[in-house]
């Protein structure tokens, strides 16, 4: 992505000096939304794969703490009992050595209490010890309680995205085979429309099949208000020959890509601030342009599907 962006910054750079200036600063602003946008989806993994790294790590070490303290109190267990038996031969040695001797009687009885308050000691160890154990215990409870909350509002979050998926997929099956694609990968869904479906060669108006497919596409979006909606226009290679409305395929991949988010927005059930449009030009292909069939792959707009991470953020604060 960064790697992207940075061929973004050259091109905007390169047409610097064809592009007006009111042109330029809205592409400018664009890459700058575009830029700030991909900053914080990494910053926000990259916050999601540290968080899940320290949990695991809490998680190992409160366990080896667990299993440690489950041990010592097993090694008091077994000094408690043989100190228990030892005082029970001391008591029978004590009451068979009373009728002869009040000396070893003493010895017995200072030996006893010695005894005694050795066991008393290894006792109390043994309570300290076991309430150690209960709070580690307690502590690892509920971290995998938290941790199951978290794997459980991901798979949500992925069920959520399959399920949409398929929603999408039912409500475009007109459309099969007239190059529209969906699919699911890396926690988002993409809808792939061919420009074939949707303009003519160089115009960025969207015909009536290519309305329907984006109005049915719409409805499902509708029912769905915790979506991110990224919409981006691209084009293949060949250099744009159009009228002067347009300085390039950059240009012309963004009215494309804001055509769409304009038929989208005549959905009222679609909040605006969900979507976004970009255009990528020629700089994102998916197949060869060297063929006909590959450039017609790469003309096409992309639209991405992200759900929204607020609430696997708000679960990872209260850990």
Known sequence: MIKKI?????????????VSKKLYTELEDKYAGLKMENRSQSEELEK???????????LEQLQSAYDKALAERDKLNVDYKAAEANLNNLKASYNALEENSSAAIAANSQKNRELLAQLEAKEQALAAESERL???????????????????????KDANMRKLKDAISKALTNFEGKGLTVEQRNGKVYVSMENKLLFES???YVGAQGKQAVKQLGSVLAENPDIAILIEGHTDNV????????SGNWDLS???????????????????ENLTAAGRGEFAPIATNATAEGKAKNRRIEVILTPKLDEISKLLNEI
Do not use: M
Not at 50 to 55: A, D, E, G, I, V
Not at 134 to 156: D, F, G, H, M, P
Not at 239 to 246: A, F, I, R, V
């Open 254 to 272: 963004t009215k494309r890509a804001t055509a769409i988010v304009n038929i989208l927005r005549e959905n009222p059930s679609i909040s605006p």
């Open 6 to 18: 940075s061929t973004l910054a050259l091109a905007l750079t390169l047409l610097t000096s064809c």
């Open 202 to 204: 160089g115009s960025w």
């Open 134 to 156: 209960n709070t580690l215990k307690q502590e690892l409870e509920n971290r995998s309680q938290r941790v199951a909350e978290l794997e459980s509002v991901i798979a949500a």
């Open 239 to 246: 250099p744009y020959k159009g009228n002067n409305q347009l």
């Open 48 to 58: 999601l794969s540290k968080s899940n790294n320290r949990l695991n790590n809490d």
